[in-house]
C-alpha cells in the first residue's frame, strides 16, 4: 500500500491516534494529492470559475489534520469531541437523528466519518480557503511582485500562488504549521518562491517584504479558533490589537498599482472602513451549500440555503501616491459548485 503522509514517523501514543483519526476520515494517498494539485494547475482562471474541490485533496494531504483539532464557534474542536466521552456518545446520539442510523451497526471507520458529518452540522464547520477560489482571485488582480497573506491558514491561498509561479510570503501563528508547509512545497513546487513567517502579523515588519497584493482572509475573534491564536479579551481588543494595525501596516507598504483584498465579515468591514481609501469592488464568494440545522431540538430545518456568500472587499492603491475613489460593484461573483 502507498505511504501516506498520515502514516508517517511517530512521535508518541497520542500523536498516533491524532494521526490515525485523520486517515481514517479523509485518506488521501500521495498519488492522489498530486493528481489533486495537477488539477489546480490546469484549471483555467482566465474566466470566470465554478467553486470547484481542484487543489483541495492536496492540502488535506498535509493539513487535515491541524483542522480537525481548530474550534468552531461553540468552542469545540472535533478532536476534543471524540476525545470526550460525553460527547462521542452525543455525536452517536446525533447519527441517529440527523442520518437515521445505528451507529453500533457500523464499522469503526465508518462510525468515525458520521461522527464527523454530524459534528459539523450541529457544532459548525472549520472550512479551508479553496485554491481554486484563490487561483481564479490572483488571476483577476495579476501580482507580479508577490503575494501577502498575513494570516496563512492552511495553505489554500499559497497553494495557489504555487500553481501559477507568483511569490508568496504567508504569515500565521501556529508554528505546528510549518512542516505541513515545507513539505507541501517540496512535493509539488521544489523551486516556488514560498516564505513562511511563523509569529504573530502585528510583530512582522512589512517593509522588509515585497509585494503587490495583499490577500488573506483572517480569523473574525473567537467564531473560529485556531492552534496557537493569540487570546483576545474582546471584540474590540481582536480589532485594535491586531486587525485594524496590520491592515494598515500592510497597505502601507503595498506597492502602489496593487490591491489589498480581504475576505471578511462586514463587521470587520467597518472597521477598517473609514481608514482607508474607497474600496474599488467587492466580489461574492459562495460558500458550500448545507442545511441550517435547529440545535436546540436537534432538527435539520429547511431547505439547503443555496444563497450563501462571504464577501471578498477589495481596495487599488493607485500611482502617484493619491488612490482613485472607484465606485464600488458588486457585480463579480464566483459561481457556486454544483455538487
Known sequence: ???????????????????????????????????????LKEADCEQELKLGRAGTDALDYFFFKHRLKAKTKRHLSFMDAIRTPHLKDHLDELILRYKKRNPSEMSDQTRLRNQYQVFQLYYGTINQFRPLAAKWLYC?????VGILDFSAGWGGRCLAAMSLGIPYTGIDTNVHLRAGYEAMVKLYEPSARVKMIFEPSETVDFSKLKYDLVFTSPPYFKLEEYQKMPDYSSKQDFLQRFFIPVVLN????????????????????????????RIQTVLHLPLANRHPVDAARHLVIGKKDEKRTENIY??????????????????????????
Do not use: C, F
Open 250 to 277: 500592510a497597505w502601507k507598504h503595498l506597492i502602489p498599482g496593487g490591491h489589498l483584498a480581504l475576505n471578511m465579515p462586514e463587521e470587520m468591514y467597518e472597521a477598517v472602513e473609514s481608514l482607508l481609501p
Open 140 to 144: 483577476q488582480m495579476k501580482p507580479t
Open 314 to 339: 477589495v481596495w487599488h492603491k493607485r500611482r502617484g501616491g493619491k488612490t482613485r475613489k472607484h465606485k464600488t460593484r458588486r457585480n463579480k461573483t464566483l459561481k457556486k459548485h454544483s455538487k
Open 1 to 39: 500500500m502507498e505511504k501516506n503522509v498520515y502514516t508517517g514517523a511517530l512521535q508518541n501514543s497520542s500523536h498516533k491516534v491524532r494521526m490515525d483519526i485523520a486517515k481514517q476520515i479523509r485518506h488521501i494517498t500521495k498519488t492522489g494529492a498530486i493528481a489533486s494539485y495537477e488539477t
